[in-house]
């Protein structure tokens, strides 16, 4: 029996790529929150005055009878949550090394986040 010689081109990799799609996945969440920060710039600069009725268009706007307002806030506060959940899950893995308090902290930094768009969503879309 030949043994198998792990180098070379015939190599068992083993995590390859793994973190490539949440690379990916912040760069995208943080192009979102980029653009949807400069449109709520653009917002209150063009704001006639600073009262709650303006606050509360740039939450609440339409476009062709579709509450865009309502649905960008919405895809930037997902966002939000998905960026802080990949880097916060990083951090805990990285230097939290008891299991049972890294999956205490990872369970309840998904409860948070969960949480957080629910209220928001809850806050934003309510009549």
Same mark, same amino acid.
């Given at each position: 029996?030949?043994?198998?010689?792990?180098?070379?081109?015939?190599?068992?990799?083993?995590?390859?790529?793994?973190?490539?799609?949440?690379? %990916?996945?912040?760069? +995208?969440?943080?192009?979102?929150?980029?653009?949807?920060?400069?449109?709520?710039? +653009?917002? %209150? &600069?063009?704001?006639?005055?600073?009262?709650?009725?303006?606050?509360?268009?740039?939450?609440?706007?339409?476009?062709?009878?579709?509450?865009?307002?309502?649905?960008?806030?919405? &895809?930037?506060? %997902?966002?939000?949550? =998905?960026?802080? =959940?990949?880097?916060?899950?990083? %951090?805990?893995?990285?230097?939290?090394?008891?299991?049972?308090?890294?999956?205490?902290?990872?369970?309840?930094? @998904?409860?948070?986040?969960?949480?957080?768009?629910?209220?928001?969503?809850? @806050?934003?879309?309510?009549?």
């Amino acid at each position: 029996m030949v043994p198998v010689e792990k180098i070379g081109p015939k190599r068992l990799v083993v995590g390859a790529h793994y973190g490539t799609s949440e690379f %990916i996945i912040q760069r +995208v969440t943080a192009i979102i929150l980029a653009v949807y920060t400069l449109v709520l710039l +653009v917002g %209150i &600069l063009t704001m006639s005055g600073f009262t709650y009725a303006g606050w509360k268009n740039l939450f609440t706007f339409t476009c062709f009878f579709i509450p865009m307002g309502q649905i960008l806030a919405t &895809l930037a506060m %997902i966002s939000l949550a =998905w960026h802080a =959940w990949i880097g916060v899950r990083d %951090i805990w893995m990285d230097y939290v090394k008891p299991v049972g308090l890294r999956l205490f902290l990872l369970v309840l930094t @998904i409860l948070w986040l969960v949480g957080s768009v629910v209220y928001f969503v809850h @806050i934003l879309w309510r009549n």
